[in-house]
């Protein structure tokens, strides 16, 4: 009995581990597979956006989180063509950049539980702000990027657990 048990729960991880993804989309799947996922909402893109090792090959526009517009782009590892990320990108950011933060990280506490890491310094000084949770075999990571005066962007991105990296932990 143990040995069955023991054939079966590797099984039954990489599942769970497989099954992760965004929305309907499943990290892993290919560019047309996430079509096909997300077919009613999701469009792609005439031109691709390329990245360090991805490329941004389709996208959800005119979503709406915490009152504010944005959009859902979907990355694809160079190599491979896989689906590995999903960032969620705010495009009208402003001086109210540090409340959509903690709008969002209420939010996504309510969704995901308490966060595994946070990072220690205070939403009012310069510098990245971090905050991820670990849900299903994905990682979603909160981020602010504040130099006053210069630049503000707020991201949510969502990949595999095990592609994130493990410096957060």
Known sequence: MKLKCLLILPLFVATEIFA?????AIW?????????????????????????????????????ISRKSCYAVFLFDDD??????????????????????SSLEELL??????????????????????????????KVTLTLLFIPQLVTKVRVTYQLAEDAGTSDL
């Open 20 to 24: 992760s993804g965004y929305g309907k």
């Open 109 to 138: 506490s309510q969704k995901y539980g308490n966060p595994f890491y946070k990072s220690k310094e205070r939403i009012t000084e310069s510098g990245t702000h971090t905050v991820s949770w670990l849900s299903e075999g994905t």
């Open 28 to 64: 892993g799947m290919s560019e047309q597979e996430v079509l096909i996922a997300e077919k009613s909402r999701i469009i792609k893109l005439e031109t691709p956006n390329s990245y360090s090792n991805s490329v941004e090959l389709l996208r959800i526009e005119n979503l709406n």
């Open 80 to 101: 491979t063509k896989k689906l590995i990320q999903v960032s969620i990108k705010f495009p009208n950011e402003s001086d109210n950049s540090s409340n959509l933060f």
